[in-house]
C-alpha cells in the first residue's frame, strides 16, 4: 500500500532531500500534501511535478497561489496559515508527516501530528526544545510514532535495540543497559579558527558548512554549536534521559552520526556518508531499508577519524543549552526563542556571530520564570516563547545602538 506524505517545509533543504527520495520511490510513497512560506515560486513548481492533493501557503498568499494553481490547470486544495498547516497535518489521508519546517513555527501543526496520531518523521528539533513533554505525552496518548530524521538521533535509533525503538524510543527506564548517548558534532566551520576570528565571520562564511548542506538557520547555530545544544535538549525528550547522560564529541569528518555506549563497554555507531538522504529513507521506510540515493561510505578514501572535547568557552551556547535543561522547560523555550532572534539578528547583519551566544546567555539571565506546571499546553509554552522574543528584541537594540 503506498503511504501518503505531508511534507511541512517542502521549499526547505529537508524537503528537497525528502522530495528527491519520494520522485525515486514513487511507487511505494504518494506525495499528499506540501506547504511552503517565502518561496512560492519554487512551491508551485513542486505542486506540477508531484501534483499533490493538498498545499499550505501563508494566509495571505491563498488567493493567489490558488488562483496561479487553477490557471495553470492544476486542481489543488489551498490552505493558509498555522490552521492549514494543521489541516494537512491532521488530515484523515494523511499517513506521515515530515515535520521539515524551521523554528518555533513547526511546533502546532507538528504537536498536531502527534495528537492526531501520525506517523511523523521530526526534522523540527525546535518543536522538542519548547515542548518536549507536551509532544511525547501526545505521542504516548494517541499511539503516534515518532522517528527522528535529525542525523544523530536517527543514527542513536538505529543503534538502539528494538524493543527500546518500540516503546518510543524511551531508554530511561529501560533494562538494556544503556550507559550513555554520544552525540558527535563536526565542529562547523570555525573549528580551527580563533574565537577573534569568529567574532570577525560574515554571514557567507558562517553559512558555510564544512560537511553539510543546509538551511540558513540550522547553518548559523552549527557555527555556534547551538545546533548541538539543542539536538542534546532533543536527545533528552526523545530518549527520556537527563543531559548528564549525553555527551558530546567533536568529529570533524561528519562520518560517525552518534553513538550509544552500552554498559558491557561497546559502543555501537551508524556510519555514512553527511547526506540527510540516509536518515530520512531510513525514518520513511523503518522498519525495512530503502535506496536513499545518497553516495555510500568509501571506506577506503578515509585518511582517519578525529574524536575532539569541545572548547566550551569558544562555543559557550553548548553550555548554555546544559544549562537550561537543568533549569526545566521555561528556560529551554527561553533559549530557543533568544537563539532564534539572535540568529536571525546575525543574518541581518547586526549584530556579530560571536553575539549570539552573549544574547542568549543575558536572555536566560534577565528572563527568570517559575518553572512550568506539569499540566502546562501549548498555549502556555508559545505564552513564554514570546515573552522571551520581546525581550531578546530589546537586547539586539541595546547592542544595534
Ligand atoms: P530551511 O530554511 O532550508 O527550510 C525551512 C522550511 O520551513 C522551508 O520550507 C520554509 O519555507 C519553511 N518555513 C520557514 N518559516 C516558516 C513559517 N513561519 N511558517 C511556515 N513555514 C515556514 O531549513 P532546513 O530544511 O535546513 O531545516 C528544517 C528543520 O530541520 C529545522 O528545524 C532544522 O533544525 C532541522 N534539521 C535540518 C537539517 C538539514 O540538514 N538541513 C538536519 C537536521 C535537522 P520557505 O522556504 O518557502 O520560506
Ligand atoms: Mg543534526
Not at 552520526?257 to 547526506?275: I, K, N, R, T
Not at 526545566?328 to 551566544?357: H, S, Y
Not at 512550568?372 to 528584541?393: C, F, G, P, V
Request: glycine share 6%; aromatic share 4%.
Amino acid at each position: 500500500m503506498t503511504q501518503r506524505i505531508a511534507v511541512l517545509g517542502a521549499t526547505g533543504s529537508i524537503g528537497d532531500s525528502t522530495l528527491a527520495i519520494l520522485a525515486a520511490q514513487s511507487h511505494q510513497y504518494e506525495v499528499y500534501a506540501l506547504s511552503g512560506h517565502h518561496r512560492l515560486d519554487k512551491l508551485f513548481a513542486l505542486c506540477q511535478q508531484f501534483l499533490p492533493k493538498r498545499v499550505s501557503v501563508p494566509t495571505a498568499a491563498v488567493d493567489d497561489f490558488a488562483k496561479r494553481l487553477s490557471s495553470a490547470g492544476l486542481d489543488i486544495d489551498v490552505v493558509g496559515g498555522e490552521q492549514g498547516l494543521i489541516e494537512i497535518a491532521t488530515d484523515s489521508q494523511t499517513d506521515t508527516v515530515v515535520a521539515a519546517i524551521v523554528g518555533a513555527a513547526g511546533l502546532p501543526s507538528t504537536l498536531a501530528a502527534a495528537r492526531a496520531g501520525k506517523r511523523i518523521l521530526l526534522a523540527n528539533k525546535e518543536a522538542l526544545v519548547m515542548a518536549g513533554k507536551v509532544m511525547i505525552d501526545a505521542v504516548k496518548t494517541h499511539h503516534a510514532t515518532l522517528l527522528p530524521l535529525d542525523s544523530e538521533h536517527n543514527a542513536i535509533f538505529q543503534c538502539l535495540p528494538s524493543a527500546i525503538q518500540q516503546d518510543n524510543t524511551q531508554i530511561h527506564q529501560s533494562e538494556h543497559g544503556v550507559r550513555k548517548l554520544w552525540l558527535t558534532a563536526s565542529g562547523g566551520p570555525f573549528l580551527q579558527q580563533s574565537f577573534a576570528q569568529m567574532q570577525q565571520a560574515s554571514v557567507a562564511e558562517a553559512v558555510k558548512h564544512p560537511n553539510w548542506s543546509m538551511g540558513q538557520k540550522i547553518s548559523v547555530d552549527s557555527a555556534t554549536m547551538m545546533n548541538k545544544g539543542l539536538e542534546l535538549i532533543e536527545a533528552c525528550h526523545l530518549f527520556d534521559l537527563p543531559e548528564d547522560k549525553i555527551n558530546v564529541v567533536i568529529h570533524p569528518q561528519s562520518i560517525i552520526h552518534s553513538m550509544v555506549e552500552y554498559s558491557d563497554g561497546s559502543f555501537l555507531a551508524q556510519l555514512g556518508s553527511p547526506d540527510m538522504k540516509t536518515p530520512i529513507a531510513h525514518a520513511l521506510a523503518y522498519p525495512n531499508r530503502i535506496d536513499s540515493g545518497s553516495q555510500p561510505l568509501d571506506l577506503y578514501a578515509l585518511s582517519g577519524l578525529e574524536f575532539i572535547e569541545p572548547d566550551l568557552q569558544k562555543f559557550a551556547c553548548l553550555r548554555l543549552a546544559r544549562q537550561a535543561m537543568q533549569a526545566g522547560t521555561q528556560a529551554t523555550i527561553v533559549l530557543n526563542a533568544a537563539n532564534e532572534v539572535a540568529v536571525a539578528a546575525f543574518l541581518n547583519g547586526q549584530v556579530r556571530l560571536t553575539d549570539i551566544a552573549n544574547i542568549n546567555e543575558q536572555a536566560l539571565t534577565d528572563i527568570q520564570l517559575p518553572p512550568l506546571s506539569a499540566a502546562a499546553d501549548i498555549e502556555d509554552i508559545l505564552a513564554i516563547d514570546q515573552i522571551a522574543r520581546h525581550l531578546t528584541d530589546k537586547l539586539v537594540m541595546k547592542l544595534v545602538q
